[in-house]
């Protein structure tokens, strides 16, 4: 069966990134509690499929209330006709007007997810928030990365400029399924394994912030009884910086 095969293909992938990233998430935890305790801002990026990550971590059950999506129009897979949007990231000067509509400053923690790493918006957002002084941190597949060549006019990669680099440990390519009598493969790990990772470091950063005695900004599940005045609360501490407010 075609499906069990993409669950014995992804985990291995997942395994070894749970056994090669431990540390790396250790690390980003760490400056996702830190920003929190500083009261700063956690920004996530990612265009297309990428941005799902972003979906991931902003205004969801378990995620920390101070986090913002860059989910710009144009680089989301809700742009028509979609192909646009991958031509879109691939443009130079895009990411200045991203990151000054962001309201992103220095002590903020930016993450950009792009599992080639070679598209420019991506590659210069990176840039011009750590000229800026913002702690960069980066997550792609390190081996697809290193298969193709850059996008961005200088030809520099995202894991290049990245402060941290966090590793989904994906193939070139994404997809894990081969089929006979195709050439194309089916079953992208990104995703999964994204989000696994990302959901990760933040567990770590709650138990950080409570292990320093800080209340981590946690949101619960609006579809919990009571969880509207909890979240409410806590949305109320960032009156006026959340960009999903």
């Not at 991931?56 to 809700?78: D, F, K, Q």
């Not at 298969?147 to 990669?157: A, C, L, N, Q």
């Amino acid at each position: 069966m075609a499906g069990l095969a993409y669950f014995e293909a992804m985990m291995p992938v997942l395994q070894k990134a749970i056994a090669t990233q431990t540390e790396n998430i250790r690390i980003l935890a760490r400056w996702m509690a830190d920003a929190i305790k500083n009261d700063h801002l956690i920004y996530v990026f990612g265009a297309g499929h990428a941005g799902m990550i972003a979906e991931e971590m902003c205004y969801r059950a378990g995620s920390l209330v101070p986090t913002n999506a860059i989910l710009p129009p144009g680089l989301t897979v809700n742009t028509r006709p979609l192909p646009m949007e991958t031509e879109l990231e691939r443009l130079p000067g895009m990411a200045a007007v991203l990151l000054k509509a962001s309201r992103i400053r220095q002590g903020d923690l930016l993450i950009v997810h792009s599992n080639s790493g070679r598209n420019t918006v991506a590659i210069e957002l990176a840039e011009m928030a750590k000229k800026d002084g913002i702690q960069v941190v980066v997550l792609t597949s390190v081996s697809h990365s290193r298969s193709v060549p850059s996008r961005h006019p200088g030809g520099v990669k995202l894991m290049d400029v990245a402060d941290l680099v966090i590793d989904n440990c994906g193939i070139p390519g994404d997809a894990v399924v081969a089929f006979e009598g195709l050439d194309q493969r089916s079953g992208a790990t990104s995703t999964v394994v994204g989000a696994a990772l990302m959901n990760a470091a933040i567990c770590e950063a709650v138990q950080i912030l409570l292990d320093e005695q800080v209340s981590p900004p946690v949101f619960q599940s609006a579809n919990l009884d009571g969880s509207d005045q909890h979240n409410q609360d806590l949305m109320d501490r960032y009156a006026g910086r959340l960009l999903y407010l």
